[in-house]
């Protein structure tokens, strides 16, 4: 089975993510997406605004409705900064038997050279890069090696990010068709990023 690994800080996660998950899915034949929130950002300057929990409740509810998507948690369970390479170690030892397909941003493809450990990464999964308003990919300027595990796909250029949605919030201002309803509901009752 082949599986797209989505990892983000999802804070919020939002219908670029959404779309970015399911463009990857059917282009490359995905069976499954997994959805997995990171504790701590490794790259990141600021923490997360919402809680390990709340992040996850967010995720949890915006893959209900897509019968090939999962919200997993191994990094909120690991604790600490969220090296992938830390996961893709616990991916393939608790599922020896499967493919794994990780799913990332234009901004994050330029940024793959930096990733801790980036060598033995790749030894065990591949990248499926996706277009982002703003970001230029351009393989040819990663180390080749690099570029032949990258596939690019592409989606339908979406200008939302979380930092967008956060502001958004802060500002009292709608956030309807930004994200799925129902997570948009769980932002209003719990007050999220309201300051
Ligand atoms: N609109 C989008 N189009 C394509 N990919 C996206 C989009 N938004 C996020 N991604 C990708 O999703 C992954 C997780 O992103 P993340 O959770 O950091 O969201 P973000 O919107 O970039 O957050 P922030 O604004 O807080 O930095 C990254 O690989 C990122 O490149
Ligand atoms: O392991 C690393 O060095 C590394 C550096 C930057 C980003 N990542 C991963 O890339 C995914 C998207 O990151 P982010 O911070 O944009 O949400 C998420 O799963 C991160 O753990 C991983």
């Given at each position: 089975?082949?599986?797209?690994?989505?990892?983000?800080?999802?804070?919020?996660?939002?219908?670029?993510?959404?779309?970015?998950?399911?463009?990857?899915?059917?282009?490359?034949?995905?069976?499954?997406?997994?959805?997995?929130?990171?504790?701590?950002?490794?790259?990141?300057q600021n923490?997360?605004?919402?809680?390990?929990?709340?992040?996850?409740?967010?995720?949890?509810?915006?893959?209900?409705?897509?019968?090939?998507?999962?919200?997993?948690?191994?990094?909120?369970?690991?604790?600490?900064?969220?090296?992938?390479?830390?996961?893709?170690?616990?991916?393939?030892?608790?599922?020896?038997?499967?493919?794994?397909?990780?799913?990332?941003?234009?901004?994050?493809?330029?940024?793959?050279?930096k990733?801790?450990?980036?060598?033995?990464?790749?030894?065990?999964?591949?990248?499926?890069?996706?277009?982002?308003?703003?970001?230029e990919?351009?393989?040819?300027?990663?180390?080749?090696?690099?570029?032949?595990?990258?596939?690019?796909?592409?989606?339908?250029?979406?200008?939302?990010?979380?930092?967008?949605?956060?502001?958004?919030?802060?500002?009292?201002?709608?956030?309807?068709?930004?994200?799925?309803e129902?997570?948009?509901?769980?932002?209003?009752?719990?007050?999220?990023?309201?300051?």
């Open positions: 089975m082949k599986i797209g690994i989505m990892g983000g800080t999802f804070d919020p996660i939002h219908l670029g993510h959404m779309i970015a998950a399911e463009s990857a899915r059917e282009a490359a034949g995905l069976d499954e997406v997994w959805f997995i929130p990171t504790f701590i950002p490794p790259h990141k923490l997360p605004q919402a809680s390990a929990e709340q992040r996850l409740a967010m995720v949890q509810l915006a893959v209900s409705d897509h019968p090939n998507f999962r919200a997993v948690d191994y990094e909120l369970e690991r604790g600490g900064a969220s090296y992938t390479v830390d996961t893709v170690k616990v991916l393939r030892q608790l599922h020896p038997e499967l493919s794994f397909y990780y799913i990332i941003g234009a901004d994050m493809v330029m940024y793959l050279p990733w801790v450990r980036i060598e033995e990464i790749m030894e065990s999964v591949s990248f499926i890069g996706l277009q982002r308003p703003g970001f990919v351009n393989l040819t300027e990663l180390p080749a090696k690099l570029a032949a595990k990258v596939q690019l796909v592409e989606m339908p250029l979406i200008e939302i990010s979380s930092t967008y949605i956060r502001e958004k919030m802060r500002l009292r201002q709608s956030v309807k068709y930004l994200v799925c129902k997570l948009r509901i769980y932002m209003e009752a719990n007050q999220l990023y309201e300051s």
